[in-house]
């Protein structure tokens, strides 16, 4: 049996394994925002941003089917191993965070580590490649949580683009808590195509 984890949102933590269906909807500018959609087409999540000046501030808010603030996740600056963390609900002045994610190594963008305060020893380790939509997130002990992948259409047995990918959760493991390391692997992987693998604080354009 899986350790408990941490958790954002009871409500998202399931007995039995759950694969949601993540939407990038790109419409205009990168990270737009996304929709998530459970196995019977039910948003789930999503997250809305309107133009670029959401990206300057950094800051990103996971919301549930009703427009409910969930999570944030802010980039930390300055932060050479583009570190971000995550806020239960909207964030305020003054808050702790739940969680930290960063590169495990500043040259190599294989491995990132999520480390959860409040609670000693849980940590995750996030592998693979997410540009590709293909990552495995896996906690101390080694065991694999969720799983992102490329979607495959049913019916034709094409992959899909990377705009709509899958996201795979083990029981017990939080969607909210994985949406968001979700949401943070985007980020850093938009910035990876600006600034190759090591990451400096980026120059904002004008």
């Given at each position: 049996?899986?350790?408990?984890?941490?958790?954002?949102?009871?409500?998202?933590?399931?007995?039995?394994?759950?694969?949601?269906?993540?939407?990038?909807?790109?419409?205009?500018?990168?990270?737009?925002?996304?929709?998530?959609y459970d196995?019977?087409?039910?948003?789930?999540?999503?997250?809305?941003?309107?133009?670029?000046?959401?990206?300057?501030?950094?800051?990103i808010?996971?919301?549930?089917?009703?427009?409910r603030c969930?999570?944030?996740?802010?980039?930390?600056?300055?932060?050479?191993?583009?570190?971000?963390?995550?806020?239960?609900?909207?964030?305020?002045?003054?808050?702790?965070?739940?969680?930290?994610?960063?590169?495990s190594?500043?040259?190599?963008?294989?491995?990132?580590?999520?480390e959860?305060?409040?609670?000693?020893?849980?940590?995750?380790?996030?592998?693979?490649?997410?540009?590709?939509r293909?990552?495995?997130?896996?906690?101390?002990?080694?065991?694999?949580?969720?799983?992102?992948?490329?979607?495959?259409?049913?019916?034709?047995?094409?992959?899909?683009?990377?705009?709509?990918?899958?996201?795979?959760?083990?029981?017990?493991?939080?969607?909210?808590?994985?949406?968001?390391?979700?949401?943070?692997?985007?980020?850093?992987?938009?910035?990876?195509?600006?600034?190759?693998?090591?990451?400096?604080?980026?120059?904002?354009?004008?």
């Amino acid at each position: 049996m899986m350790k408990d984890g941490l958790v954002v949102e009871a409500g998202f933590v399931h007995k039995e394994e759950t694969h949601l269906t993540v939407l990038k909807t790109s419409l205009f500018f990168a990270h737009d925002g996304f929709t998530v959609y459970d196995c019977k087409g039910e948003l789930v999540f999503r997250v809305d941003s309107y133009g670029p000046d959401d990206r300057d501030r950094g800051e990103i808010v996971l919301m549930d089917a009703n427009g409910r603030c969930l999570l944030t996740v802010r980039r930390k600056r300055p932060s050479l191993h583009n570190r971000w963390e995550g806020f239960l609900g909207e964030r305020i002045e003054g808050q702790k965070p739940i969680f930290s994610v960063r590169r495990s190594s500043i040259l190599g963008r294989s491995s990132m580590s999520v480390e959860v305060f409040e609670n000693p020893g849980e940590e995750y380790q996030i592998e693979g490649n997410f540009g590709q939509r293909c990552c495995t997130i896996f906690n101390a002990d080694k065991e694999l949580v969720a799983e992102i992948r490329r979607k495959v259409d049913a019916s034709t047995n094409v992959v899909l683009g990377k705009d709509v990918f899958s996201l795979s959760l083990k029981p017990g493991f939080d969607g909210a808590f994985a949406m968001g390391l979700v949401l943070v692997l985007d980020q850093i992987d938009g910035d990876d195509y600006v600034h190759e693998s090591v990451q400096v604080e980026p120059i904002t354009e004008d």
